[in-house]
């Protein structure tokens, strides 16, 4: 019971007793008159309590940074132990698919660093220009965050997962060692939620990755000596550190940033009434057996009056038994799944919220997964268009889920996963606001910054960080990769990415070739993807039923490769408002409407009209739902 509470009882208890002890119609009176005087008083005194107590936490400022991806590039070896330990074993080339007969027991087979000449355990240029994420530039990306945040003289950071790729030692570690360094340099406090990718699953298991760069420019493949191609011989490299750790190594790691309490806390909690890992979990049963399921969820008062509300909702769903200890990875599970998996953490949230009001805190949750639909109403449309499947729409969360959240009384929700930026309002003015803050490692890259204002409300500011010291560090590397490509008669990347004058270039330039290797390549339907990759913006309208849809845009943007289009959808959906295409979301808006669309679409000849009229559609609700780059959320 809070103080405010206890006040009011007290107030009224006195008053009872004062109104049995007056006898005499005027005592009664005098006496009624005076408590009445101390019970305006007393509200007077809990109406300033409530007003001092927003006005001390107001001004705060909460970084949140999401989905940094940290790749230690400098973990690779001084010296090498090839498979079990032997220093002179065949290495494996992953392109070749094949058994090389260079033999090494040195560093020398590594990428060296062009400026120190250490080794580098690098992923390839390749696998980042195929993948959602960036990896390598991530270790200098987040430095750069942590510098502009340090210099904003911001205290207190979230990270609301995927903090690591894939939860490795190496990475992990790194991670500790950075937020130990800004911790000690500028008094920065980090409060750390996992993600899908730490851990990957709950436990620690064998890990690698095929696609780790060699150098004379190749992908090799590096993995824990636990792993099958390390048993087999199959590897090129075997390391412990690249194994994927689980919740308890991840969280005693980084126990200093977040996972337990620390002195400098006001109020640290978790929902198990405990702060010992080996307490911290759920008990999962089926008919056989039960488990024992890691939670990481905590709340934390670091400062008078703010609450920071971290929920673990990664949910590895069993294969098969439990005893069987095979769980499904948690990137499509979210929240739909922990509403089934984990009800009782949704109590507890409710029960967080309450006590949030009733003792005046101020409260801001954040986790890796949306709470809310972060593709602004278009899911439908991309379900006709592109699949079910497509887009990571199995990540979207129900309406149901969205309303159950809603109604434990959360008001701000900071999420991850995603990888963009977007602001889901609520379907009321009070509701639940969720924002997706987007990742470092993708365009546009950044961080949000919540500001509690007075009168309980908070201001959210995203920002896009341009400029990254030493993002094209690398450079050098990548070229010779390229070259080593080109001789090979591989598939090349757009070498022009090796031109990139700043960090913000650098991801545009990421997010255009996995739009055109991965998304456009292997994603859109065959027809419509053959028709956008060879022909022009102006053929794309006159090939639809609406050529007269060109009338209104001028000739340089329909000389423009149609690939553009792609490019601009992709660009608004990840970025909204901060993204840059030249201005050519007002053709978007004003050209592909509703009505004209509607209105030319009758008769449709052949399915390729009606996946270039869908896509048009698709990119003018794009362009028409671009959020602000800053909002107000009520209620926190």
């Known amino acids: 019971m809070n103080q405010y509470h206890l006040w009011r009882i007290g107030l009224f208890g006195l008053m009872n007793h004062v109104v049995k002890t007056c006898t005499c119609g005027m005592l009664v009176m005098a006496c009624l008159l005076i408590n009445y005087s101390k019970a305006t008083a007393q509200e007077h005194l809990d109406a300033n309590l409530v007003h001092n107590a927003l006005k001390q936490a107001a001004n705060t400022e909460v970084a949140f940074i999401a989905d940094v991806h940290l790749h230690d590039i400098y973990a690779a070896p001084a010296t090498l132990a090839f498979g079990h330990g032997s220093q002179d074993v065949t290495s494996f080339d992953a392109n070749t698919l094949g058994m090389s007969s260079q033999k090494s027991g040195s560093a020398n087979q590594f990428p060296k660093d062009p400026e120190t000449q250490a080794p580098l355990l690098m992923r390839s240029m390749q696998s980042q220009l195929t993948s959602t994420r960036l990896f390598n530039e991530n270790y200098f990306a987040f430095r750069a965050a942590l510098d502009d945040i340090a210099d904003r003289g911001i205290k207190l950071v979230a990270l609301p997962g995927d903090f690591s790729d894939d939860g490795q030692p190496a990475n992990v570690k790194a991670l500790a060692r950075i937020l130990d360094e800004y911790h000690t340099r500028y008094g920065m406090r980090f409060f750390a939620i996992t993600g899908n990718h730490d851990p990957v699953r709950p436990f620690t298991r064998p890990g690698g990755k095929p696609d780790f760069l060699a150098a004379k420019g190749n992908e090799a493949a590096i993995y824990s000596p636990d792993h099958i191609r390390c048993i087999n011989n199959r590897a090129w490299h075997c390391m412990d550190d690249i194994r994927e750790w689980g919740y308890r190594e991840i969280m005693q790691t980084l126990k200093n940033h977040g996972f337990s309490a620390n002195t400098q806390d006001l109020l640290y909690e978790t929902p198990f009434d405990s702060i010992e890992y080996e307490k911290r979990g759920w008990q999962w049963c089926d008919e056989a057996s039960c488990i024992f399921m890691p939670d990481a969820s905590y709340l934390v008062e670091p400062i008078k009056d703010v609450w920071l509300l971290a929920i673990d909702a990664n949910v590895y769903i069993p294969k098969g038994q439990y ?12 929240y739909n799944a922990l509403l089934t998996y984990k009800p009782a953490l949704l109590q507890w949230i409710t029960t967080i919220v309450k006590r949030a009001k009733a003792n005046n805190k101020r409260l801001i949750a954040f986790s890796h997964f949306p709470m809310a639909d972060f593709y602004d109403n278009t899911q439908s449309q991309l379900e006709s268009l592109f699949g079910k499947s497509s887009n990571q729409l199995k990540r979207m969360p129900l309406p149901t889920t969205t309303e159950a959240l809603d109604e434990t009384g959360l008001k701000l929700h900071m999420a991850g996963h995603m990888h963009l930026y977007d602001v ?18 993708a365009y546009q890259p950044g961080y949000s910054v919540v500001t509690l204002l ?7 500011e995203t920002i896009i960080q341009r400029e990254v010291e030493d993002f094209d560090r690398l450079f050098p590397i990548y070229y010779k990769e390229w070259q080593y490509r080109q001789r090979g008669g591989q598939t090349l990347w757009n070498k022009d990415i090796l031109t990139s004058p700043h960090y913000l270039d650098f991801t545009e330039h990421h997010l255009k070739e996995v739009v055109r290797q991965r998304y456009v390549e292997n994603e859109w339907p065959n027809a419509l993807s053959t028709y956008i990759k060879n022909h022009t913006i102006g053929d794309v309208i006159n090939q639809s039923p609406c050529p007269d849809l060109t009338k209104d845009l001028p000739v340089e ?18 970025a909204g408002a901060f993204a840059d295409i030249s201005g050519r979301e007002k053709w978007y808006i004003s050209g592909f409407n509703e009505d004209r669309l509607t209105g030319c679409s009758l008769p449709i000849a052949n399915d390729l009209q009606r996946l270039l009229i869908g896509f048009l559609s698709l990119l003018h609700n794009a362009a028409l739902a671009i959020d602000r780059t800053e909002v107000t959320v009520k209620g926190v």
């Not at 309002?425 to 509701?431: A, F, S, V, Y």
């Not at 943007?557 to 990840?574: E, G």
């Open 323 to 334: 005893a069987d200890g095979n769980f499904k990875g948690s990137g499509n599970a979210g």
């Open 424 to 441: 889901a309002p609520p379907e009321n003015p009070t509701g639940l606001v969720n924002i997706q803050v987007p990742s470092l490692a």
């Open 454 to 460: 007075p009168d309980q409300h908070a201001k959210v």
């Open 557 to 574: 943007i329909t000389s423009q490769p149609a690939l553009v289009l792609a490019y601009d959808y992709y660009k608004l959906r990840n």
